[in-house]
Every structure is written in structure tokens, then in C-alpha cells.
Nanobody, 123 residues
Framework: QVQLVESGGGSVQAVGSLSLSCVASGDIDSKHCWGWFRQTPGKEREGVAGIGDPGRTIYARFVKGRFTISIDNSKNTLYLQMNSLNPEDTATYYC??????????????????WGQGTQVTVS
């Protein structure tokens, strides 16, 4: 089992920045793929960014170079640096993980483990 705990959400004004973190514990190692997702009420959870092994990354088109996903395997911590935020980025953000040895995915159904989410509000 893997446990994921997100932090770093909050309120920010448009064009501001936020950095999210996700700490993993349990049966986790570098042979995992990780992803960031977001969800607003009434909408499906959508993929934001993913990172795999070794360091392969993918981003949703709406990110447009504004977000950066990274991982510190020594700390079992996933990060999402979000810059140039706009109100459309308001959502609950979730991190996810699954065992893999290659490319990540932006499909929520592909992941096995999920955090509880952290709220990001952009005004």
C-alpha cells in the first residue's frame, strides 16, 4: 500500500504562483509513475502533469508551460510548481501514483493510489 498526502494549496491572485507537494509513504520506490490531477465540482478529474521513470514528463495542453512537475526520490516527494495562475486553475488538486517503469499517463483510471486533495483558489 502507498499513502499520499498533498500540501501547499491555498488562495492566490491571478498571475501568481503556488507550489504543491505530495509526500508518499509505504511501499513506494523510484519505479513508480506519478501524476497531478485536478477536479472541480460537477466535472471529471483531469490530468495536469505526470512524471515517470527515468524522469519522463507529460503535461496537459492547458498547462502551456506554466507548470513544472518534479520529484525528489530521496524524499519520496512529488512537486508541482504552478506559475501564471488564472481563475480557471481553481480546483482541488490531487496527486496519484502507480508502479511503472516507463512513461506516465494523464488518465486518472491508470493510477492506483490517490491523495486526499488540496484546494487551490485563484481570484
Amino acid at each position: 500500500q502507498v499513502q499520499l498526502v498533498e500540501s501547499g494549496g491555498g488562495s492566490v491572485q491571478a498571475v501568481g504562483s503556488l507550489s504543491l507537494s505530495c509526500v508518499a509513504s509505504g511501499d513506494i520506490d523510484s519505479k513508480h509513475c506519478w501524476g497531478w490531477f485536478r477536479q472541480t465540482p460537477g466535472k471529471e478529474r483531469e490530468g495536469v502533469a505526470g512524471i515517470g521513470d527515468p524522469g519522463r514528463t507529460i503535461y496537459a495542453r492547458f498547462v502551456k508551460g506554466r507548470f513544472t512537475i518534479s520529484i525528489d526520490n530521496s524524499k519520496n516527494t512529488l512537486y508541482l510548481q504552478m506559475n501564471s495562475l488564472n481563475p480557471e486553475d481553481t480546483a482541488t488538486y490531487y496527486c496519484a501514483a502507480r508502479p511503472c517503469g516507463g512513461s506516465p499517463s494523464l488518465a486518472a483510471r491508470w493510477y492506483d493510489y490517490w491523495g486526499q486533495g488540496t484546494q487551490v483558489t485563484v481570484s
